[in-house]
């Protein structure tokens, strides 16, 4: 039954759970941001678009802010309690920890399944959201920007040099353009004294509106085998360039469908056992390459009527000394070892092939297996920083957010650093993937059990006054020990 003291517990951990899981959230996102701010600035990029990849990076970072603020949070709920002689009351009428512990350990079960929940189906689709649009997001062009005194060359097939700039930013002088679209080098250019830059409708394109200027074209005529080039004054010109490609464009999402990070377990486990099948046939496919180069074991051939004419020339027997070439004509050996020079290049060839492909089938059941196994594991993460915070809480009896912050990231790096690792090694094949996906938790588990075990003895590790209280005794002893040595 819900006892009120389990109640209790729960609402206290909540709030802190909630603040925290939305800070670790945006820390995150951050981040990312920092990480590929350079990518975005100077593109155009509005601020619906930047509002859409930061909603679907957001969704795709839960699975490890969960981790994260449990930890924190646990601490921070067991810590304030001890602060507040609250754990110390509750012991002394007769409650253990655990029984303390459970109506948590309970609730972070359930936020466990809704975790692994929303990694199987929602993340899969964020995924492939946000990845796509950060696709286009690097991919697409900067926004226009025409400086004085320096060539701009982001319009395809133009390298634009603009003398000066009117404060007006629409006035230009000394404008020199050269035209490269027909892939003949500067064949064309036009030089200008003044113009304007004007925007097309839509701004799909750009207009140089040029006063008083040249157009030189060179050319070379082919029946002729002569060159001719071209001068033509103007007192007024109009440029038009097609600025199409400097539209923002979305990539097909099907394109990024058969990406790993877009499949929930069961198509995981789908294409696992796929390409499970598919490296199994290789073997077969090897053999089928194999067999044509080997005459005697090729059932296909006469291979078993050449090995009994062999066995039974009895002026020729089939042992030799040396070299097999002492029996083939003198007229034939260079004909001979051209070919076979050429069948051990082709078979050197399909063997190459065949393991390459092996390699790639690998590499891939490597991430699709990682993958699969990801899901359970950030998972099983908010189990296992719980049962590390709170006995760790219940230690330091501190709240706030001082020392448990310190201790949460500590525990927090060291998690996503063995699970880093464990990756790198499962993805290296220097252990199994289902080694290398576990291994944090392998190693961080004991740890848990050790603290719950020091919590319910009431243990001193993360207690100042018991380090002061040791360090009293130990020059205590030192001194006497140099009395007795006086």
Known sequence: MIKKLDILIIRSFIGPFIVTFFVSLFVLIMQFFWLYMDEMIGKGISIWMLLQLLIYMSTTLVPL????????????????MGENFELVAIKSSGISLLRFMAPLLIFIVLIS?????????VIPIANLKALS?????????????IRPDQFYSDIPGYSIRVGSKDKDGKTIHDVIIYDHTDLAGNNKVVIAKEGQILSGSGKQSLIFKLKDGWRYEEGYEHGVHTYSQTRVHFAKWDKIFDLSSFKFSHTNEDLFKNNYQMMNVAQLSENIDSIKHTRGRIAATISSYIEPFFTITNKVKDGPKIVKNIKNNT???????????????????????????NNLRSFKSSIDISALDKRLQTDNLLRYVVEWHRKFTLSFACILLFLIGAPLGAIIRKGGLGMPLVIAVVFFMTFHILNIT?????KATSV????????????LFPLAVWLIIAARNDSQIFSKEWYVRLWRLLKNFLRIKEKAIA
Request: charged share 10%; net charge positive; hydrophobic share 45%.
């Open 432 to 443: 199994v993937p289902w080694m290398g996906m576990w291994m944090s938790t392998a190693i």
């Open 422 to 426: 464990g990756e790198k090694l499962a």
């Open 113 to 121: 399944g809704f975790a692994f929940f929303f990694s199987n189906n």
């Open 65 to 80: 802010a969960l981790p994260l603020s449990v930890l924190l949070s646990s601490i921070m709920t067991f810590g304030n």
């Open 133 to 145: 649009l950060l696709y286009d997001v690097r991919n697409a062009k900067p926004t226009l920007n």
């Open 315 to 341: 002026s020729h027997p089939h042992k030799y000394d040396s070299s097999f070439m002492q029996f083939v004509p003198d007229t034939l050996r260079s004909q001979v070892l051209t070919g076979v020079v």
